[in-house]
């Protein structure tokens, strides 16, 4: 009975202490397996969240539109006015080409005539190109405006090709006086030396271009014509402005009646000889006909008797 009574003791406690190790060691691996799988999460989520970095870097990037280069434009402008008076017009426009600082680079004033009695006026000016709009508006209120019109002619490419031309002139240049430096004889030194002369003379072609091409896109220019509003009769001139003009036509007339009577001398005094031979033709021909004529040659006591 006592043998029997021990060992469901003793096996009770193997039992239980083996139970405790189980139930130890599946702590121990629960505790390791969350330790290893939160790293595990905050990678996925690290990674998981690239992804969504560089989708808003692209819809940035889609989102900010491409940077192009300004247009290269020659603009060109004319205008005709309708004004009351041309010349206080004119020194009005003279004006606003000082307030925008630009240049007046001609001018053509006609006054009236018989067949145009408007007086009329053409000026040309060169305006910044950022001050165009604003010049266009200040002349329009200077009259009536009867057109208007505002080309543009894009240079962008020739501009392009202007300037890499030019660089790589450069560079032969740079080149060819390397090349000319090491040269050992006279006759390379000559014709590296032509050559040389060639590509800097290019150079100063097409560097002239790109400037002027640079210039005419820089400023803007615009032709405005300027028409007076008046009635078609020319008006009536002054009195003493009438004996003046009549006064200057008679001297006028005067002096080119004498200048033609002294031509007409001096044509005759160079023909002179011609003449008196031609006078003297005529003078024995009317005496060698009265000697030789019959009815000349009877004497009057002859004619008596008949």
């Not at 240049?173 to 050559?195: C, F, H, P, T, Y």
């Not at 009646?257 to 006078?279: A, D, H, N, Q």
């Not at 024995?284 to 008949?306: A, K």
Request: aromatic letters at 6%.
């Amino acid at each position: 009975m006592y043998t029997s009574t021990k060992f469901p003791r003793t096996s009770a406690l193997f039992i239980s202490a083996l139970l405790g190790g189980v139930i130890f060691t599946s702590c121990a691996s629960s505790e390791q397996t969350a330790n290893k799988s939160a790293p595990q999460i905050a990678a996925n989520g690290a990674v998981n969240q690239l992804p969504a970095r560089e989708n808003s870097i692209s819809q940035k990037a889609e989102a900010s539109p491409i940077e192009r280069s300004r247009p290269q434009l020659i603009k060109k402008a004319a205008i005709s006015l309708t004004v009351n008076s041309v010349d206080k017009t004119v020194d009005a426009v003279s004006q606003i080409i000082n307030q925008q600082q630009g240049d007046l680079i001609g001018l053509k004033q006609q006054q009236p005539k018989n067949d145009n009695p408007r007086y009329t006026a053409t000026i040309q000016l060169r305006i910044p190109e950022d001050r165009l709009e604003p010049t266009l508006e200040q002349l329009a209120k200077l009259g009536t405006v009867d057109s208007r019109n505002i080309t543009a002619e894009d240079v962008g490419d020739r501009l392009v090709d202007f300037q890499a031309r030019l660089t790589n002139l450069q560079k032969t240049e740079a080149n060819l006086q390397k090349i000319m430096d090491r040269a050992g004889s006279v006759r390379d030194v000559l014709s590296v030396s032509q050559e040389l002369s060639n590509v800097r003379q290019t150079i100063e072609q097409i560097d002239a271009q790109l400037k002027n091409l640079k210039n005419q896109v820089a400023y803007s220019t615009i032709t405005l014509n300027l028409e007076a509003a008046v009635s078609s009769t020319s008006p009536q001139t002054a009195f003493g402005l009438q004996v003046q003009e009549t006064w200057n036509n008679s001297t006028h007339s005067l002096s080119a009646f004498s200048v033609g009577l002294l031509k007409l001398g001096i044509w005759l005094i160079v023909y002179s000889p011609y003449l008196l031979i031609f006078v003297a033709l005529i003078y024995g021909f009317n005496r060698w006909r009265r000697t030789n004529s019959p009815r000349l040659t009877q004497t009057p006591e002859s004619t008596r008797s008949d």
